[in-house]
């Protein structure tokens, strides 16, 4: 019933701006944290950003803070993530992802149930 479905991945350079988006379906916004978080090839998945299901606050990973932002319509149900400054660094499979929780700030994978298929960025020189 929960489904989330990744898109705006791309190629872009160094300095660069994406935005991806999240369609959500079977989730209350308020009743569940929903995150970014990225991967890449032989690298553990790393917490990019969350937002909170109450009040709608944010938390960001080391990495991508004051780069990053992540944002919500609940009228659209869509998750954002606004990626500014981008790095080859950057460069990674995307996902956003739904935890069951509600009530903290989630930036470790294993606190999340539910993900979409992930959307590629890759940043260049």
């Known amino acids: 019933q929960v489904q989330l479905v990744e898109s705006g991945g791309g190629s872009v350079q160094s300095g660069g701006s994406l935005r991806l988006s999240c369609a959500v379906s079977g989730v209350t916004f308020s009743d569940h944290a929903l995150g970014w978080f990225r991967q890449a090839p032989g690298k553990e998945r790393e917490g990019v950003a969350c937002?909170?299901?109450?009040?709608?606050?944010?938390a960001y990973g080391d990495s991508v803070k004051g780069r990053f932002t992540i944002s919500r319509d609940k009228a659209k149900s869509m998750v954002y993530l606004q990626l500014k400054n981008l790095k080859t660094e950057d460069t990674a499979i995307y996902y956003c992802a739904n935890s069951p929780r509600s009530g903290g700030y989630y930036l470790t994978w294993y606190e999340y149930n539910y993900w979409g298929q992930g959307t590629q960025v890759t940043v260049s020189s």
């Open positions: 937002i909170i299901g109450s009040g709608g606050g944010t």
